[in-house]
């Protein structure tokens, strides 16, 4: 059983920059596309971004492009997720998630993935 932790969150102001990271433990992880989803208070959970599981494609939503990064290294199987220019709109609890393996395509639908973190929280301050 995959079990995923994420950690690096926190309160910083508006334009200042967080990395996320998620570590895995157990199961398969490197060889599994991985993705970013957040949900803020009051609204549903919203893909974030997605790697695949060499490191080559990435996603964006359209609301984060340009300005977060996800990264991964296998080696030490942890993703991360470096976010800069933060915006209040950025606030919520930050979840990591296990997708396809070997994926051809990445996915922004919280369908494809099967293992989830617990979250942690980023508060972005005006």
């Known amino acids: 059983q995959v079990q995923l932790v994420e950690s690096g969150g926190g309160l910083v102001q508006a334009g200042g920059s967080l990395r996320l990271s998620c570590a895995a433990s157990?199961?398969?992880?490197?060889?599994?596309?991985v993705g970013w989803f957040r949900q803020a208070p009051g609204k549903e959970r919203e893909f974030v971004a997605a790697?695949?599981?060499?490191?080559?494609?990435?996603l964006y939503a359209d609301s984060v492009k340009d300005r977060f990064a996800i990264l991964r290294d296998n080696s030490l199987n942890t993703v991360y997720l470096e976010m800069n220019r933060l915006k209040p709109e950025d606030t919520a609890v930050y979840y990591c998630?296990?997708?396809?393996?070997?994926?051809?395509?990445?996915?922004?639908?919280?369908?494809?993935?099967?293992?989830w973190g617990q979250g942690t929280q980023v508060t972005v301050s005006p």
């Open positions: 790697i695949n599981w060499i490191g080559m494609k990435t």
């Open positions: 157990g199961g398969t992880f490197s060889s599994h596309d």
């Open positions: 998630a296990r997708g396809t393996q070997y994926g051809r395509s990445l996915a922004p639908i919280e369908r494809e993935y099967d293992y």
